[in-house]
């Protein structure tokens, strides 16, 4: 998919400014509520998230809304499944023209090459991203799942096993942002759990400020609470487009 000036495969993400790197996550349960929020940020933004609640309640129409008014959509769906069946998901998803996909490492080596090799048989499919740790889970709800290692230690064994199936693009914590973007030069980050200084973490046990995350290497940036249950949302955007336009001066 083309985003206004550029395309997704030939430039990287860090070329771009701040209000190109922030995607704003649309949490909402219906497609009236996501719109609404569209509708105050499109002036800040370019990307906007669509994720399961508000996937389920509208499917690809919501994601077609969303671009006729001129924005990119990730697609955060966290496909994890049988090969096929992930397979036939991306074919019924790419039909709505977002511009990012998630499917979850964790489905494994068959699956991710699947996806993969799907997503590159067809014309407008979205990039994929692979879901490495969730930034929700720390090292004791890792443990309880029977993972061994640490987060930052399953989110490299994971992105590695992407990788070798052709996917370029990771979603991680940005703890994970140094190693990644040393490990996989090529490849873009999505990073979400970003809570500006002093925000509340709430359910994200992984978090960094957008200062940081930028200054990491992050391609991308994902805020959803942040922004979207603000006063005023477009402030609290602007907010955080400001420290990231300070962090890459720096």
Known sequence: ?????????????SALGARERLIVALDVPNGNQA????QCLENLVQWFKVGLELYLAEGNSIVERIRERGHSVFLDLKLHDIPNTVSGAIRSVSASGAGMLTVHAAGGHA????????????????KLLAVTVLTSMDQAQLDATGVSGSPSEQVLRLAGLAYETGLRGFVAGSQEIPELRASYPDSTLVIPGIRPAGVQAGDQKRVATPASAMAD???????????TKAPDPAAAAQAIIDEMEAAART
Do not use: H, K, W
């Open 35 to 38: 719109m609404v929020l569209v």
């Open 111 to 126: 699956m991710l090459a699947a996806a993969q090799e799907t997503a590159e048989s067809m014309p407008a499919a979205p």
């Open 217 to 227: 290497g992050a391609d991308y940036l994902v805020v959803g609470r942040p922004i």
């Open 1 to 13: 998919m083309n985003l206004p000036g550029f395309d997704v495969a030939d430039i990287r993400a």
